[in-house]
């Protein structure tokens, strides 16, 4: 089945750092790739997305790249902020596929110190 | 933000008594999906539908139920509660599938001493 590993956290940034959050991917057919973000107490918002082989997704000052190749879609962003703060999911979804399902890895914690 | 409620927002309560769950969208979406949030795990997924009465097992479905009786809401049902069901339930919902997000509602706080 699919699957999603993303490096381990947590990871702690003093703001303006560059920040890169390792994600790879195993997935069949042609998969979506997604990041999500999840402030404290609240549920998961889509970040980002992207579609298919070397399309580059962004928001907030995020992005992200589609490598095929390497089957990673690794999140970067060039200044983090304190608001920045906190867990990101990397998600894959496979597609052609009835009702195909959202994958997740197990998430990372970002911390951002001022 | 998408229209999606759950309801409650935290409980507690006992081993062995049943537990429901709701889950309210205003969006008219065809998908639904309950998850359950773990430390170390991530999000899973118990079960989703794919339309009124069409629903299917996640990869965690044991010890849980659904229903959706109207396309806005997706009940999740504990019959008996044990401990190991406490944890942080989570609905999406989304349009479609694919290239299609989900989109998640703020959580249920579940707590079964």
């Known amino acids: 089945g699919d699957s999603v590993t993303q490096m381990e956290g947590p990871v702690t940034l003093s703001e303006e750092a560059f920040l890169t959050i390792n994600c790879t991917y195993t997935?069949?057919?042609?998969?979506?790739l997604f990041w999500y973000v999840q402030y404290p107490g609240e549920g998961l918002q889509l970040l980002l997305k992207?579609?298919?082989?070397?399309d580059k997704g962004s928001n907030k000052g995020f992005e992200a790249t589609y490598r095929k190749e390497t089957t990673s879609f690794h999140l970067e962003k060039g200044s983090v902020q304190v608001s920045d703060s906190a867990v990101y999911f990397c998600?894959?979804?496979?597609?052609?596929?009835?009702?195909?399902?959202?994958?997740f890895g197990k998430g990372i914690t970002l911390s951002v110190r001022p | 933000d998408a229209g999606i409620t759950q309801s409650p927002r935290h409980k507690v309560t006992e081993t062995g008594t049943p537990v429901t769950l709701r889950c309210h969208q205003t969006e008219n979406h065809r998908y639904m999906y309950w998850y359950r949030q773990d430390p170390g795990h991530g999000l899973r997924l118990i079960h989703y539908?794919?339309?009124?009465?069409?629903?299917d097992k996640g990869e965690v479905s044991d010890g849980y139920s659904v229903s959706r009786s109207k396309t806005e809401d997706f009940l999740l049902t504990l019959e008996s509660a044990t401990s190991s069901q406490t944890s942080v339930y989570f609905c999406a919902i989304s349009e479609g599938t694919g290239v299609q997000p989900q989109h998640f509602g703020d959580g249920t706080r579940l707590s079964i001493l």
């Open positions: 539908s794919y339309g009124v009465k069409d629903t």
């Open positions: 997935a069949t057919g042609y998969p979506s």
């Open positions: 992207a579609t298919k082989a070397d």
């Open positions: 998600a894959t979804r496979g597609y052609p596929g009835a009702n195909s399902k959202l994958t």
